[in-house]
Structure formats: structure tokens, C-alpha cells
């Protein structure tokens, strides 16, 4: 059974940090584009960072510097560290996947955590 799942997730003060993991099963997770969206509430969906199979990494522009996405394919599993949280990322994180860089940096992965929840407040 392939599946996605994210932990992680919490309540973190301003300036605080958290690191959210994606645990794959069902297909080798090194084969494949993973990465990380994020909604806040009444907001889109957006991308928030993108790893690919070569290496190559996409951050937004809201996360640069503050963010890391890391792969452990041993482990099957893609992480996201995030530094100096602001209350800003308060949001629901989904995990992604995709054999398709782009597919997954569009929105388009064929597969998809049940996300995590991310609140950043004094």
C-alpha cells in the first residue's frame, strides 16, 4: 500500500523550530521528486520546498534561509527543517510525490500525506 506520512507538526513559539518528516512505504521514495506544500487557513495552497532525485532543491521565496528540505533514502523519508518560524507559517504541511520534478512542484504528485498541522504563537 503506498502511502505518505507526515509528523512532526506543532506549536512552536516565534523564532522557534520544528522538523516535520515524511515517511513513504509502498515505493522507493529515492526514485522520486518529493517535497512539501503548505495551507493556511482561507489562504491557497502553496509550495513551500521541493527536492528532487539529482539533488537539485526549490525553496519559496517566504522560506529561503530559514527552511531545509533533506532526503534519508535508507530511511524512505523527507524532512523538512524549519528555523526562525514566524507566525507567517502557520499552516496545514503536506508531504508530495511524484516521479515528475515539476508534476510534484505543481501541485500534481501522485501521492499526498494527510498533512500536519504547524502553529507558530506566543
Known amino acids: 500500500q503506498v502511502q505518505l506520512v507526515e509528523s512532526g507538526g506543532g506549536l512552536v513559539q516565534p523564532g522557534g523550530s520544528l522538523r516535520l518528516s515524511c515517511a513513504a512505504s509502498?515505493?522507493?521514495?529515492?526514485?522520486?521528486?518529493a517535497g512539501w506544500f503548505r495551507q493556511a487557513p482561507g489562504k491557497e495552497r502553496e509550495g513551500v520546498s521541493f527536492?528532487?532525485?539529482?539533488?537539485?532543491?526549490y525553496y519559496a521565496d517566504s522560506v529561503k534561509g530559514r527552511f531545509t528540505i533533506s532526503r534519508d533514502n535508507a530511511k524512505n523519508t523527507v524532512y523538512l527543517q524549519m528555523n526562525s518560524l514566524e507566525p507567517e507559517d502557520t499552516a496545514v504541511y503536506y508531504c508530495?510525490?511524484?516521479?515528475?520534478?515539476?508534476?510534484?512542484?505543481?501541485?500534481?504528485?501522485?501521492?499526498w500525506g494527510q498533512g500536519t498541522q504547524v502553529t507558530v504563537s506566543s
Open positions: 509502498g515505493f522507493t521514495l529515492g526514485y522520486y521528486a
Open positions: 527536492s528532487n532525485t539529482d539533488g537539485s532543491t
Open positions: 508530495t510525490s511524484s516521479r515528475s520534478f515539476i508534476a510534484t512542484m505543481k501541485g500534481h504528485g501522485d501521492y
